[in-house]
């Protein structure tokens, strides 16, 4: 689901849950008649692991809610249902996904988030500063660019991965940072239940990813033994490429040297951690 909208009084601020994806295990189906806007309809075909979809809106606070139900997939981790919430009116809260499931599921025994997108909107910075200067343990980042070249957005992490990281422009002076957790790294975290979400706030960021400063003196001293001289002028003026540090701690981490202490941790950081530790939830 793609908005424009952004909430003014988070930016730089602090962090939101953009999107949550919930397991529920229950024996009753969805109460009907509780969003606004509400639109079921059949949508059982091959391969389908659901036979019935449930659009609306919560009526609580007009956020969009979708309602996967009647399994019939045979696989016994597909759950009974599958309920999406998005923060589009206000930034969901414990208390809002709480009381919308209370209303649409009552029946419910166990309710298990399997995605969250944990959000951060920043101003005076852009994608590609933030995909130059990051720093993470993931195994392949890619690119995506509209037909028109007017789009960019860069993704971090494989689809299938416990985390990914998607960084694109919200607006002209917005640009959003997504991290994305999944189903094998939320339980892994104590998040069992929507409650624990609130956990987010202590998860350990630079264990995914982090954003330094290039430091050519660090570079040129971890450098002064090569052989090769054009490879050490590489190294040390890297900024000037424009490729990632990703890359160049790719390159020293071959030769051997640790680039932990070569890159020193960039303001932007802090700030992604103070906005982290402000989650709204």
């Given at each position: 689901?793609?908005?424009?909208?952004?909430?003014?009084?988070?930016?730089?601020?602090?962090?939101?849950?953009?999107?949550?994806?919930?397991?529920?295990?229950?024996?009753?189906?969805?109460?009907?008649?509780?969003?606004?806007?509400?639109?079921?309809?059949?949508?059982?075909?091959?391969?389908?692991?659901?036979?019935?979809?449930?659009?609306?809106?919560?009526?609580?606070?007009?956020?969009?809610?979708?309602?996967?139900?009647?399994?019939?997939?045979?696989?016994?981790?597909?759950?009974?249902?599958?309920?999406?919430?998005?923060?589009?009116?206000?930034?969901?809260?414990?208390?809002?996904?709480?009381?919308?499931?209370?209303?649409?599921?009552?029946?419910?025994?166990?309710?298990?988030?399997?995605?969250?997108?944990?959000?951060?909107?920043?101003?005076?910075?852009?994608?590609?500063?933030?995909?130059?200067?990051?720093?993470?343990?993931?195994l392949q980042w890619y690119e995506w660019t509209d037909r028109f070249g007017?789009?960019?957005?860069?993704?971090?992490?494989?689809?299938?991965?416990?985390?990914q990281i998607r960084i694109y422009e919200k607006n002209e002076r917005v640009?959003?940072?997504?991290?994305?957790?999944?189903?094998?790294?939320?339980?892994?975290?104590?998040?069992?239940?929507?409650?624990?979400?609130?956990?987010?706030?202590?998860?350990?960021?630079?264990?995914?990813?982090?954003?330094?400063?290039?430091?050519?003196p660090r570079v040129a001293a971890a450098t002064m033994g090569w052989n090769?001289?054009?490879?050490?002028?590489?190294?040390?003026?890297?900024?000037?490429?424009?490729?990632?540090?990703?890359?160049?701690?790719?390159?020293?981490?071959?030769?051997?040297?640790?680039?932990?202490?070569?890159?020193?941790?960039?303001?932007?950081?802090?700030?992604?951690?103070?906005?982290?530790?402000?989650?709204?939830?």
């Amino acid at each position: 689901m793609v908005s424009e909208k952004v909430f003014p009084y988070l930016l730089n601020k602090a962090a939101f849950v953009d999107t949550i994806v919930m397991s529920v295990w229950t024996e009753g189906k969805p109460i009907l008649g509780q969003l606004l806007d509400e639109k079921p309809k059949g949508i059982l075909k091959p391969g389908a692991s659901y036979a019935r979809l449930v659009k609306g809106k919560s009526s609580l606070t007009g956020n969009p809610v979708r309602i996967l139900y009647g399994k019939v997939s045979r696989f016994p981790r597909v759950p009974p249902c599958r309920v999406t919430m998005w923060s589009e009116e206000v930034p969901l809260t414990g208390a809002q996904v709480n009381e919308t499931m209370r209303l649409l599921l009552p029946a419910a025994t166990r309710i298990q988030p399997t995605l969250v997108e944990l959000t951060f909107d920043l101003t005076k910075v852009s994608v590609n500063y933030l995909h130059q200067h990051m720093i993470h343990g993931a195994l392949q980042w890619y690119e995506w660019t509209d037909r028109f070249g007017r789009t960019r957005t860069v993704y971090i992490g494989a689809p299938t991965s416990s985390w990914q990281i998607r960084i694109y422009e919200k607006n002209e002076r917005v640009v959003r940072l997504e991290l994305i957790l999944r189903r094998n790294l939320l339980p892994d975290n104590g998040i069992q239940q929507p409650d624990n979400i609130v956990k987010l706030r202590s998860l350990e960021l630079q264990k995914l990813f982090s954003l330094r400063r290039f430091s050519r003196p660090r570079v040129a001293a971890a450098t002064m033994g090569w052989n090769d001289p054009y490879w050490q002028d590489v190294a040390c003026n890297w900024e000037r490429s424009g490729s990632s540090l990703q890359r160049l701690c790719r390159m020293l981490v071959g030769r051997g040297d640790k680039t932990g202490r070569l890159f020193p941790v960039a303001r932007l950081q802090r700030t992604l951690e103070r906005m982290q530790g402000n989650l709204i939830w």
